[in-house]
């Protein structure tokens, strides 16, 4: 007689487990923490203790919206990520969540985040957080992501929006401040993705998608992240210039810009995975280290 084969019974924390990797928590939570930025520059000097509460629940209800849009993504995407190495193990991909499972956990929590803003921050951040979400779950990854190479740089407008999306939470607007940080991480995108791109080409190829690396090939791609690293070093001095900033800022922004310029100027010389994976890890620090500046600056002034 044959051994019977044991079934495999998923327990609940693993497949909490898988819900929340649907979220792509440190992308959500990079996302949240340039929203905190938005807020903290806000609001003049220390903030009240009434602040403080709006902006602990913007920042949840932000990052519940951001998490629905990215599990909106796996959803659409389950197909695409299948086929690359990177994202097959998702389990959207590897259908340990089915497709309803991952629809409704979408729409709750897209609807949780939207009422607490909507209730608890106001409706402007709301809508600018609602209308964030069509962005990237309708607009980057339903319709541009397929169609063309520019993709990630006109969707890179729905992941510029944190600090906007900040702003508006503190102060009912927008103001000229916040729009200057959405667009050092609208230039940022660009580096950020290509340099990925670039040592997971093959990947995008099999997926059948027009990453720019595979419709324009290695060597144009550097030249964009080479060119696309010199305009965000300028913006990047812009909250300076605009006297958001202090000194402290400026030495840190010249410092992370001079080491991201640096990969991408390494890179388009000569190319290795090994160096395109480095500068994309260092798009991460950049942008992290910057913003953070951004906050120590804003309370050392
Ligand atoms: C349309 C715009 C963007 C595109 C296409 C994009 C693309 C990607 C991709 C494909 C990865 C996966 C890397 C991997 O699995 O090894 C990634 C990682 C990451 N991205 Fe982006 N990104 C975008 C915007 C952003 C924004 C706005 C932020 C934050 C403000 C961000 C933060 C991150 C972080 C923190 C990671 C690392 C995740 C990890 O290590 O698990 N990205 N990005
Ligand atoms: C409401 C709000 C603030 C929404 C934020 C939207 C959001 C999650 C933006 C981040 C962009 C992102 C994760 C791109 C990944 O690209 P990809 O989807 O092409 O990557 P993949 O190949 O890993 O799926």
């Known amino acids: 007689m044959s051994t019977p084969i044991p079934v495999q019974h998923a327990s609940t924390a693993n497949v ?38 709006r902006g602990v629940l913007a920042c949840i209800g932000i990052w519940l919206v951001a998490g629905a849009a990215a599990a909106f993504n796996c959803l659409v995407e389950k197909g695409i990520d299948a086929k690359m190495k990177r994202t097959a193990w998702r389990p959207t991909a590897r259908g340990q969540l089915s497709d309803m499972q991952a ?23 709301m809508w600018l957080t609602f209308a964030t979400f069509v962005g990237y779950a309708v607009i980057y990854t339903v319709i541009l992501k397929p169609l063309t190479p520019q993709n990630i740089v006109i ?6 929006m944190p600090p906007v999306l ?20 609208f230039l940022w995108t660009p580096p950020h993705f290509w340099a990925l791109a670039l040592y997971r080409v093959e990947d995008y190829r099999k997926a059948g998608l027009p990453m720019l ?39 840190v922004a010249i410092g992370v810009s001079i080491g991201f310029t640096g990969y991408a100027f390494a890179l388009w010389r000569n190319y290795s995975d090994t160096l395109a994976r480095k500068t994309f890890r260092f ?19």
């Not at 900040?166 to 729009?179: I, K, N, Y």
């Open 16 to 53: 909490l487990r898988q819900f929340y990797a649907l979220t792509k928590p440190r992308v959500v939570q990079l996302i949240v923490f340039c929203a905190l930025i938005g807020m903290v520059l806000a609001v003049p000097g220390l903030p009240s203790w009434a602040d403080v509460q």
């Open 103 to 125: 629809l409704v956990f979408s729409a709750l929590l897209c609807a949780a985040g939207s009422a607490l803003l909507w209730f608890t921050v106001n409706p402007l951040t």
């Open 155 to 160: 969707g890179g407008a729905s992941g510029a």
């Open 166 to 185: 900040g702003w508006a939470a503190m102060t009912g607007d927008v103001g000229p401040e916040a729009l200057i940080l959405f667009l050092i991480i």
């Open 213 to 251: 690396p595979v419709t324009h090939g290695n060597e144009f791609t550097r030249l964009q992240v080479l060119l696309y690293t010199f305009i965000l070093f300028a913006a990047c001095l812009m909250p300076f210039i605009y006297g958001m900033s202090g000194w402290l800022y400026l030495v």
């Open 283 to 301: 798009s991460l620090i950049h942008l992290s280290v910057l913003f953070a500046a951004l906050l120590v600056d804003h309370y050392l002034r």
